[in-house]
């Protein structure tokens, strides 16, 4: 399995951006697609998660309302839209594959494999 996130860059508070992760090597049914985090000197935080198979979503409660992760099944990829970014929402963001079913989707520690992660720089 291969995870190529894309899409992190620069932009103003209050702007947005739209991160990609492009998936391959075996069909996911029943997967969950997580976006993890990890500012400078901090530890890695959870962002968003989407069930591959029906699509159910989870939110970090700082990111409810501002991001939305979404899947698209014919294309293999999944999209985080980060809507009025904040500065301490920069970060290198990570997508993360788990392959089984899993009750914890919050749990990075769960995820079988990472993409290589693509940075986002919000100034204020």
């Known amino acids: 399995v291969q995870l190529q996130a894309s899409g992190g860059g620069l932009v103003k508070a209050g702007g947005s951006l739209r991160l990609s992760c492009a998936l391959s090597?075996?069909?996911?049914?029943?997967?969950?697609i997580g976006w993890f985090r990890r500012a400078a000197g901090k530890e890695r935080e959870f962002v968003a998660a989407?069930?591959?198979?029906?699509?159910?979503?989870y939110y970090a409660d700082a990111m409810k309302g501002r991001f939305t992760i979404s899947r698209d099944v014919a294309k293999n990829t999944v999209h985080l839209q980060m809507n009025s970014l904040r500065p301490e929402d920069t970060a290198d963001y990570y997508c993360?594959?788990?392959?089984?079913?899993?009750?914890?989707?919050?749990?990075?520690?769960?995820?079988?494999?990472w993409g290589q992660g693509t940075g986002v720089t919000v100034s204020s």
């Open positions: 993360a594959c788990r392959i089984a079913y899993t009750d914890y989707p919050r749990d990075g520690s769960i995820y079988d494999y």
């Open positions: 989407i069930r591959w198979s029906g699509g159910s979503t």
């Open positions: 090597g075996r069909t996911f049914g029943a997967a969950t």
